[in-house]
């Protein structure tokens, strides 16, 4: 009778551990998931007048067609999607309305 009590206390106790373990890895998963506040860059594949080929974010009212731009990737700020660009452009730049601090 005392085993069977210390063999349910057992199963109880092992359960209320992988509950806590299981709500723990959830809330792990809920912060990977939390936005990022990146965006996805592209870069025009039509230079400017000057030469420069700026970049964009896919929100952007600026943007070019689909088919005028390359995709660069999802950065979380326009410096990394600058040097990105500058693998495919020598001279780029930040679109004024969406990429104001690479302008
Ligand atoms: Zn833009």
Known sequence: ????????????????????????????????????????????????????????????SHAPDAANRIHLGNFDSCHKAITEARNHYDKVSGCYYCSRDCY
Not at 11 to 39: N, R
């Open 1 to 60: 009778m005392e085993i069977k009590k210390q063999l349910k206390l057992t199963a109880f106790i092992l359960i209320m551990i992988a509950s806590v373990i299981s709500s723990c890895a959830k809330e792990e998963q809920e912060v990977i998931d939390e936005p990022t506040y990146s965006s996805n860059y592209y870069v025009n594949k039509n230079a400017q007048s000057d030469g420069t080929h700026k970049i964009h974010t896919s929100g952007c």
